[in-house]
């Protein structure tokens, strides 16, 4: 069993940034590999970055590459999603997921392990 718990979440002016943390309860954070996923109202849960086990190989959605970055601090069992250049459309609530399985990362159905979520609004 993994617990993930975001934090970072809040309102920022478009073109502002933040810092989502995700901190797992995993004494093997490092063999985990961790994703970031967004739903906004009425809309499905979509991709938005994933970072892999052991390798820390990232990858993004088209819609937010260059502008947010995944990293993770094994030491501190945490992953962290960095968000620059914020638009509107960025506003959903932000889920935290994690796995240790072999699979496609960017498939919400890939992750066993979810956190609660934590709300990103982007005024304009």
């Known amino acids: 069993q993994v617990q993930l718990v975001e934090s970072g979440g809040g309102l920022v002016q478009a073109g502002g940034s933040l810092r989502l943390s995700c901190a797992a309860s995993t004494r093997t954070f490092s063999n985990v590999a961790t994703g970031w996923f967004r739903q906004a109202p009425g809309k499905e849960r979509e991709f938005v970055a994933a970072?892999?086990?052991?390798?820390?190989?990232?990858m993004y959605a088209d819609s937010v590459k260059g502008r947010f970055a995944i990293s993770r601090d094994n030491a501190k069992n945490t992953v962290y999603l960095q968000m620059n250049s914020l638009k509107p459309e960025d506003t959903a609530v932000y889920y935290c997921a994690a796995d240790s399985k072999i699979g496609i990362l960017s498939m919400w159905s890939y992750y066993n392990y979810w956190g609660q979520g934590t709300q990103v609004t982007v005024s304009s």
């Open positions: 970072i892999a086990r052991s390798t820390d190989n990232a």
